[in-house]
Structures are given as structure tokens and as C-alpha cells.
């Protein structure tokens, strides 16, 4: 039944995504606010659309039949994007972190799609 086995590449190409735009974000606040000389901040982001949402229908699926085998993969796939060991005390956080929001930016797509 290996093979049967839903695997996680959608979860982690978005998860790719949401990492830059949060990176960019946290970069462009250092100064206490974001203006135009911020946009070097996000220029990871372009790179990441396609990929992060060609295979968004797939989410789901891939999320709600993720294994703990998968999930440690998740987690280790986060930590190295952060440079982060992943034992770090922040690592459990970020990744459920991550996933709220990949499932809710999931759920807000299909939302605006479907009315058209």
C-alpha cells in the first residue's frame, strides 16, 4: 500500500511561498514600516507562485492524509528553508503555523472562485 501513499509536494511548495512572503514581511518591518525600498524583500515571490499554487487543488487531500512520517519530513523541509535546526523550540510552532495558513488560504481561494 506504499504506493498508495498521498504524498506532500503541494503542502511544501506552498509552504515555500508562505515562508517568503512571511520572510519579506519580516524583513520590511525591521524599520517599523514597509515602503517602496521594501520590494527587494519579496523578490523570492514571483519564483514561488507558480509552483506554490499550480497544484492548490491538491492541498487538502495531501494535508488530510499526511503521516507522521510526512509531517516530520514537513517539519524538516521548514527548518532548513529557516535555517533552523529541527529541534528548535520554534519549529512545532511555525510548521502548525504555516499549515493554518496554507489551509486557509486554500479555503479563501476556493471561496473566490467559485461566484465566477
Given amino acids: 500500500m506504499e504506493n498508495d501513499k498521498?504524498?506532500?509536494e503541494n503542502l511544501k511548495e506552498l509552504a515555500d511561498f508562505v515562508l517568503a512572503l512571511g520572510n519579506g514581511v519580516s524583513l520590511s518591518l525591521v524599520d517599523g514600516k514597509i515602503s517602496l525600498t521594501d520590494l527587494a524583500n519579496f523578490s523570492s515571490l514571483p519564483l514561488k507562485?507558480?509552483?506554490a499554487?499550480?497544484?492548490i487543488e491538491n492541498v487538502d487531500d495531501e494535508f488530510f492524509a499526511m503521516t507522521e512520517e510526512q509531517k516530520e519530513?514537513?517539519?524538516a523541509h521548514l527548518a532548513a528553508k529557516l535555517s533552523l535546526d529541527v529541534s528548535h523550540e520554534s519549529i512545532e510552532q511555525i510548521v502548525e503555523s504555516v499549515l493554518k495558513v496554507i489551509i486557509d488560504l486554500k479555503g479563501l481561494i476556493s471561496l473566490l472562485v467559485k461566484p465566477k
Fill in 73 to 75: 519530513e514537513l517539519k
Fill in 53 to 55: 499554487f499550480q497544484g
Fill in 6 to 8: 498521498v504524498g506532500i
Fill in 49 to 51: 507562485i507558480i509552483p
